[in-house]
């Protein structure tokens, strides 16, 4: 399996990737979005009220930048039949999107808008496809500053042509599939952008497929486009669900890739969450400045999460460096909940300007490493950052389990006999430890500890 991941690296764009002005999209993003918290059922009061929240409750001086609205915001009868623009839905937006835009710029975060990369939004809106270019133009001119571009509904004359690809069914390390093509026909070009190679062929190194010449990478590439030829800095995140293996060509194409589809369709979440986590834990080396895997919004808030499982949520999303948009309604998150999104040590790592690089699995542990397991995922990860060596210990068992990190299996660290261990979720001092350090881990819980040098 080591060897997969290997040869997958072998052929890593050497590219480099989308570096939009003044940094942006350098870090991944912090902020909110109302998907997770409202579902389609959104309106200008409930953004604003949003955005108010955000700063009462101390997200805004914390570091959180964006408030996003997510699906629903426009009419759903069309396009302005004349200019062809998308309408905003005024009864829902009284002041319009651009209004409201004004309003959260007026306090001191930025805009998020949503769109799709085919005919429809997923709550059936109109959507993109086609439309890029007046599309990028209305965002820009209404001061946006960050747009979400999911893929429901491309037409069928996008399908990529060979549909034949075989695809290992397990998903193995990395999402690699090993194609065998039945048919690569170059398809009838119904768009104006001509695809140079064919994107599915035997001869393929790693698994038959070319990602990079596919449809769906050409779909979110068209948008990039009529993104950088505005006058205005928007941030573009791919919202593509993994299903065409976006960390092989996002870094060129936006500042993060969602890895997978939702996280959260009502209150189960959390065995969501562990499958994100393991299909995260094999993505890490794609991830660096300006180019994030998107392990998708959180659900801190919604549904029934315990304490344990609200800090591995938040706690590993800071370490893999997603994009940390909250998803519920802040103002009625707990004090506990707040003080989990907020921790110091764990923003400071995420948002480090000198360490680009995601927290990686050191060693699986229950499993063998590099195991595939949606319930069972890696359980020891570590990061550099500017303030030391980060190590989480991830228990995903249903009991309380004793964990230890051994110092000389934790890559980072470099063989001293002893280090400074902070805790990080109380941010208490554990002391100057020698060779390992053991805790009790509860059920669903992550521990997670800062090492500095002594
Ligand atoms: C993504 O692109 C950025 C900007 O060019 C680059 O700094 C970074 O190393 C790239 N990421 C990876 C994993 O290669
Ligand atoms: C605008 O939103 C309102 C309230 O949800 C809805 O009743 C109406 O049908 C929407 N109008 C259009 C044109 O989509
Ligand atoms: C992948 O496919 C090639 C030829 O189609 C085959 O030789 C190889 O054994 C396959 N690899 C795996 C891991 O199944
Ligand atoms: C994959 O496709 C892209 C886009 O068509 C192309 O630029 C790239 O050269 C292809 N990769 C290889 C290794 O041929
Ligand atoms: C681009 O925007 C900036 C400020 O946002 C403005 O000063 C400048 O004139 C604009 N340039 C063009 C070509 O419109
Ligand atoms: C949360 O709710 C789901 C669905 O009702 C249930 O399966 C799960 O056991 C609950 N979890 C906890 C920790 O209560
Ligand atoms: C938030 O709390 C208020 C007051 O307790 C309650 O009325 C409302 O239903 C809550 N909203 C959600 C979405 O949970
Ligand atoms: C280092 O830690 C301090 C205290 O938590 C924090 O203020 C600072 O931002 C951190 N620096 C980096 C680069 O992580
Ligand atoms: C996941 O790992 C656990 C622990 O080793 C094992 O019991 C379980 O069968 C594995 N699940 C799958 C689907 O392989
Ligand atoms: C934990 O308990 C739940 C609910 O009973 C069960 O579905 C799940 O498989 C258990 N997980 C592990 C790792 O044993």
Redesign the pocket.
């Known amino acids: 399996m080591a060897a997969?991941i290997a040869a997958a690296l072998a052929v890593l764009p050497l590219a480099s990737g989308l570096e939009l002005p003044n940094e942006v999209g350098k870090l991944p993003a912090l902020g909110w979005n109302s998907w997770n918290a409202y579902y389609c059922d959104i309106n200008q009061e409930k953004i604003l009220q949003a955005a108010n929240s955000m700063i009462d409750r101390g997200f805004k001086d914390a570091g959180y930048t964006y408030i996003n609205s997510d699906d629903c915001w426009s009419r759903m009868d069309g396009r302005d039949p004349e200019t062809h623009e998308l309408r905003p839905n005024m009864t829902k937006f009284p002041d319009g999107i651009k209004g409201t835009a004004d309003e959260i710029h007026d306090m001191g975060f930025k805009f998020g808008i949503y769109s799709s990369a085919g005919t429809m939004t997923c709550g059936r809106y109109p959507a993109s496809l086609g439309y890029e270019a007046i599309d990028a133009a209305t965002f820009a001119s209404w001061g946006v500053d960050y747009l979400k571009y999911d893929n429901c509904f491309p037409p069928e004359y996008w399908y990529d042509d060979c549909l034949s690809c075989e695809v290992?069914p397990s998903f193995?390390p990395t999402g690699i599939v090993?194609?065998?093509c039945t048919n690569s026909t170059p398809p009838v070009n119904h768009y104006s952008y001509d695809r140079p190679i064919p994107f599915c062929a035997?001869e393929w190194p790693v698994?038959?497929v070319n990602y990079t010449a596919k449809y769906t990478a050409l779909r979110f590439r068209i948008m990039e486009e009529a993104l950088l030829a505005q006058n205005r800095t928007i941030l573009y995140s791919l919202c593509e669900w993994g299903v065409d293996q976006p960390w092989r060509w996002g870094n060129q194409t936006g500042s993060s890739w969602r890895i997978s589809n939702d996280i959260a369709f009502g209150d189960t979440s959390w065995p969501r969450i562990v499958e994100i986590i393991n299909m995260n834990s094999f993505l890490s080396p794609f991830a660096d400045f300006y180019g994030h895997n998107d392990a998708d919004m959180l659900t801190i808030g919604n549904g029934n999460l315990t304490s344990a499982e609200v800090r591995t949520h938040f706690g590993l999303w800071a370490l893999m460096k997603s994009p940390i948009l909250i998803g519920t309604v802040v103002a009625n998150l707990t004090e506990e909940e707040v003080s989990v999104l907020q921790n110091k040590m764990l923003l400071s790592f995420h948002q480090d300007p000198v360490f680009g690089k995601p927290a990686a699995p050191y060693k699986w542990g229950a499993n063998p490493d590099w195991t595939f397991n949606n319930t069972i995922p890696a359980q020891y990860w570590s990061g550099a950052s500017s303030n030391g060596t980060m190590v989480a210990m991830f228990n995903p068992f249903n009991e309380t389990r004793s964990m230890e990190v051994d110092f000389s299996e934790v890559p980072q660290l470099d063989g001293k006999a002893s280090y400074e261990v902070v805790n990080v979720w109380d941010g208490s001092n554990m002391g100057s430890c020698e060779g390992s350090v053991q805790m009790d881990v509860e059920a669903h819980d992550t521990a997670i500890v800062l090492f500095t040098e002594s």
Do not use: A, Q, V
């Open positions: 997969t290992d193995s090993n194609g065998s035997l698994d038959g």
